[in-house]
């Protein structure tokens, strides 16, 4: 593992988001490790259209993220939430972002004593950061379809797409966080690897030995369970309306941010508790019977996804139906599946039906030795062989 290094990480989400992103989880073990890191939270990419009916939220939760100015979390990082102007079409702003970004991050960068910081960018926007800092190394996490998203903000794919490129074209190593954004990357391949999403399977794998929340033993069962984003564009509200009509025994459990607009929040059968810290998270999937990722996968933006969270249902040993992403099709063994809204319903179906656990024990069995841990040790094996050719250094 990484020792004695100084990491800066400019994060596409916050820190604080309510599901601990990759980014949290390695940065997280790197300074466990006796590393000094500083966690940039997300500078958007940015603002949301006008019309977009969650503008006001999303103000009101960055506002509350400046307002926390920078904290150190219990490992010892530096979480901080910049002035930035989320204005990336302009030039101007950039350049005014780039005078800003470095003055209040290369300040406390200089308080902590680092020096030659790895730069570790995670978000397209974040590319004018580059040389700001007299860095010995630069990574870049791909983990979205970043011109794919249009949902989010109102900047011009186009320039989202040429800020990546340069992203890339600036890196020393490249990250992609799914099989599909690695497998049509087409700059830099000899610089760049494929970052599984990985799991804390301890942290998941006792769900069986919990006392179910009691938010959810007060739900009918059979319990259908998700957590994370909760987006109308992210959820296949379609199957849902569709199962609440012909399941309608059927409880469906969303846990998380829950963003306004969706036609499912009025079915009796849906039920929507606002987001859980991670820690408690698991008595809440203990009480599920199956582990649902009922995304519309056929969204371009969320067919690039490979969400956390399936491994860590499969780490529960629950049964898990999921929307067709690429990332988990290698582990269809394990996952069930479901190419169509029929699909959905009888593979859930199967799930309720399912005996024994022998299939219990090889879904953990499939994710035991994915661990964030094992994930931080081969980054740090890669950033050493770099250090060992005096790449850069």
């Known amino acids: 593992m990484l ?33 000094k890191v500083i966690f940039v939270n997300s500078i958007s990419m940015g603002m949301a259209s006008i019309t977009n009916k969650d503008l006001l939220p999303r103000v009101v939760r960055k506002l509350r993220s400046y307002a926390k ?11 901080v939430s910049p002035a930035a102007l989320p204005f990336f079409g302009s030039r101007a702003a950039r350049a005014t972002n780039r005078k800003l970004l470095r003055a ?17 960018i995670a978000i397209p926007t974040a590319v004018d950061m580059v040389g700001q ?42 990250f992609y966080s799914g099989r599909k954004l690695l497998a049509e990357a087409t700059r830099a391949r000899e610089r760049s690897y494929l970052l599984e999403q990985a799991v804390d399977f301890e942290h998941w794998s006792r769900v069986g030995e919990m006392e179910v929340a009691p938010e959810i033993a007060a739900i009918e069962r059979p319990r259908l ?28 459990i969303f846990i998380g941010n829950r963003s306004r607009g969706l036609e499912i929040e009025n079915l009796p059968n849906v039920h929507f508790l606002p987001a859980v810290p991670y820690d408690d998270l698991p008595r809440y999937a203990a009480g599920f019977d199956v582990c649902v990722l009922p995304w519309e996968a056929e969204q371009t933006f969320t067919s690039y996804g490979s969400a956390i969270k399936v491994r860590e249902y499969l780490a529960t040993g629950k049964p898990v139906v999921i929307a067709p992403l690429p990332e988990y099709e ?21 799930a309720l039906n399912e005996r024994g656990d022998e299939r219990a024990r090889a879904r953990q069995a499939s994710v035991i030795n994915g661990t964030w841990d094992a994930r931080a040790e081969w980054i740090s094996t890669l950033i050493e062989s770099l250090e060992s050719r005096d790449f850069r250094f």
């Open 330 to 350: 290698p582990m269809s063994d394990v996952i069930r599946i479901a190419r169509t809204r029929d699909d959905f319903l009888r593979l859930i179906e199967e």
């Open 3 to 35: 020792q004695g290094k100084s990491i800066i990480c400019f994060g596409g989400e916050d820190w604080w988001y309510h599901h601990p992103h990759s980014k949290n989880h390695l940065m997280r073990r790197f300074a466990r490790a006796g590393n």
């Open 225 to 252: 369970g998700y957590f994370g984003a909760i987006e109308p564009w992210l959820v296949d509200q379609e199957l849902i309306k569709r199962a609440s009509r012909e399941r309608p025994l059927w409880h469906w």
């Open 69 to 79: 100015l920078a904290r150190k979390t219990d490992e010892g990082i530096t979480v």
């Open 104 to 120: 209040q991050i290369g300040a406390l960068a200089r308080r902590r004593g680092m020096t030659r910081p790895v730069l570790w």
């Open 133 to 174: 800092f007299n860095e010995s190394l630069v990574i870049y996490h791909v983990s979205d379809k970043y011109d794919a998203n249009t949902m989010d903000h109102a900047t011009d794919p186009e320039l989202i797409r040429r800020m990546h490129e340069r992203a890339i074209d600036s890196a020393d190593l490249i």
